[in-house]
């Protein structure tokens, strides 16, 4: 049986003094390898270590950039994909795209595509129609409020990613792009 209150707690006590108190506050690279290797001994340790730390850093990301948007009180979520949804149609020509193509462009699934332009367009931030050349096609639009939400975001994101990578020389972000380039 599963006992999560226990696994909370082990968490808790393990971390760090002032840490948060989830998952990623302990070194949970360290103990991901070592499961890992413990299963699987012929697996290599560091590409292991890799994932695990990129997936870390992501959810870090994550987490921060979501709190961040939500300070400024929209009427609807736009993290995660939602917001590549935005940005991709803020910067495509003429603010519109057929769905097939925000798909590939945004690296998201059809389904996920077609989920998230739905839910823009209940909150009014994308308007969906049929196209006017090819009835099977559906094109979405940014709306002016789509838009002006868009630009209310983009600063705030802006300073996340610097402040993220602050830390960093200038020739240390050349070589983590160059490398995080070579997984994709």
């Given at each position: 049986m599963c006992d999560m209150a226990n696994r909370t707690k082990l968490i808790n006590e393990e971390a760090p003094a002032g840490a948060d108190s989830d998952i990623f506050s302990i070194d949970a690279v360290a103990e991901g390898v070592r499961q890992y290797t413990q299963i699987l001994p012929t697996t290599d340790p560091k590409a292991i270590a890799v994932q695990l730390a990129l997936w870390q850093a992501n959810h870090v990301q994550f987490v921060g950039n979501s709190r961040a948007i939500d300070t400024l009180g929209l009427p609807i979520s736009v993290t995660g994909s939602r917001l590549a949804v935005l940005r991709t149609l803020y910067f495509a020509p003429d603010k519109c795209m057929a769905l097939s193509v925000l798909s590939k462009t945004a690296r998201i699934s059809p389904t996920m595509v077609t989920n998230l332009v739905d839910g823009l367009a209940r909150g009014g931030l994308v308007r969906r129609a049929g196209s006017t050349d090819d009835r099977r096609?559906?094109?979405?639009?940014?709306?002016?409020?789509?838009?002006?939400?868009?630009?209310?975001?983009?600063?705030?994101?802006s300073q996340r990613m610097t402040d993220a990578c602050a830390s960093f020389t200038d020739e240390e972000k050349d070589i983590l792009l160059r490398l995080l380039q070579r997984l994709g």
């Amino acid at each position: 049986m599963c006992d999560m209150a226990n696994r909370t707690k082990l968490i808790n006590e393990e971390a760090p003094a002032g840490a948060d108190s989830d998952i990623f506050s302990i070194d949970a690279v360290a103990e991901g390898v070592r499961q890992y290797t413990q299963i699987l001994p012929t697996t290599d340790p560091k590409a292991i270590a890799v994932q695990l730390a990129l997936w870390q850093a992501n959810h870090v990301q994550f987490v921060g950039n979501s709190r961040a948007i939500d300070t400024l009180g929209l009427p609807i979520s736009v993290t995660g994909s939602r917001l590549a949804v935005l940005r991709t149609l803020y910067f495509a020509p003429d603010k519109c795209m057929a769905l097939s193509v925000l798909s590939k462009t945004a690296r998201i699934s059809p389904t996920m595509v077609t989920n998230l332009v739905d839910g823009l367009a209940r909150g009014g931030l994308v308007r969906r129609a049929g196209s006017t050349d090819d009835r099977r096609v559906s094109i979405a639009h940014l709306t002016p409020e789509g838009e002006a939400t868009f630009l209310q975001v983009l600063p705030v994101m802006s300073q996340r990613m610097t402040d993220a990578c602050a830390s960093f020389t200038d020739e240390e972000k050349d070589i983590l792009l160059r490398l995080l380039q070579r997984l994709g």
